[in-house]
T-cell receptor, first 115, second 110 residues
Framework: NAGVTQTPKFQVLKTGQSMTLQCAQDMNHNSMYWYRQDPGMGLRLIYYSASEGTTDKGEVPNGYNVSRLNKREFSLRLESAAPSQTSVYFC??????????????FGPGTRLTVL | DAKTTQPPSMDCAEGRAANLPCNHSTISGNEYVYWYRQIHSQGPQYIIHGLKNNETNEMASLIITEDRKSSTLILPHATLRDTAVYYCIVIGGSNYKLTFGKGTLLTVNP
């Protein structure tokens, strides 16, 4: 099992450009999440999907959109990138159908720089 | 969700047990205690979680006090690769959204 995979690993954008971060999991998990981590700070939840077909906003959703393409894949889109979105982005998944009691498993991250 | 308090840093000698404390005095009955860690530049890693009883897996043991107001993560034989920031998180019910605070930086020394 590959677990949670993310592409790309690194990306540099210019202000105003758009891009989509891809995430896939092969653990048959119901729930998937997108977090960002800024230097010296903890993770902050951007969006999550409790189950296939549902998405909801987290703590810092502004400037982002998501798509739960199927049970395996959950993408994060930046429509018009801004320097404030320079960060490391982590995708995670859990077996939970929306309940606590299940660990979240994280991908290796995408390091995004917006110039 | 209940707030947690952890020491900002701890040291441990390689091969010894590392005991990481966490206070969560406002925890409610349906809230779980989770532990994650993050090794520099990597994604967070799930370690263990528990509700009331002590738990053990291949990575660690989790000891929860009887009143559930505090817990201790135990790494039985710490190695240099266990150097990381360890996060104690309390979460429960239908709220499964993790909030990562500052955690404890555990440094394992040779």
């Amino acid at each position: 099992n590959a677990g949670v995979t993310q592409t790309p690993k690194f990306q540099v954008l210019k202000t105003g450009q758009s891009m989509t971060l891809q995430c896939a999991q092969d653990m048959n998990h119901n729930s998937m999440y997108w977090y960002r981590q800024d230097p010296g700070m903890g993770l902050r939840l951007i969006y999550y999907s409790a189950s296939e077909g549902t998405t909801d906003k987290g703590e810092v959703p502004n400037g982002y959109n998501v798509s739960r393409l199927n049970k395996r894949e959950f993408s994060l889109r930046l429509e018009s990138a801004a320097p404030s979105q320079t960060s490391v982005y982590f995708c995670a998944s859990s077996e939970s159908g929306g309940l606590a009691g299940w660990g979240q498993f994280f991908g290796p991250g995408t390091r995004l720089t917006v110039l | 969700d209940a707030k947690t308090t952890q020491p900002p840093s701890m040291d441990c000698a390689e091969g010894r047990a590392a005991n990481l404390p966490c206070n969560h005095s406002t925890i409610s009955g349906n809230e779980y205690v989770y532990w994650y860690r993050q090794i520099h530049s990597q994604g967070p890693q799930y370690i263990i979680h528990g509700l009331k009883n002590n738990e053990t897996n291949e990575m660690a043991s989790l000891i929860i006090t009887e009143d559930r107001k505090s817990s201790t993560l135990i790494l039985p034989h710490a190695t240099l690769r266990d150097t990381a920031v360890y996060y104690c998180i309390v979460i429960g019910g239908s709220n499964y959204k993790l909030t990562f605070g500052k955690g404890t930086l555990l440094t394992v020394n040779p």
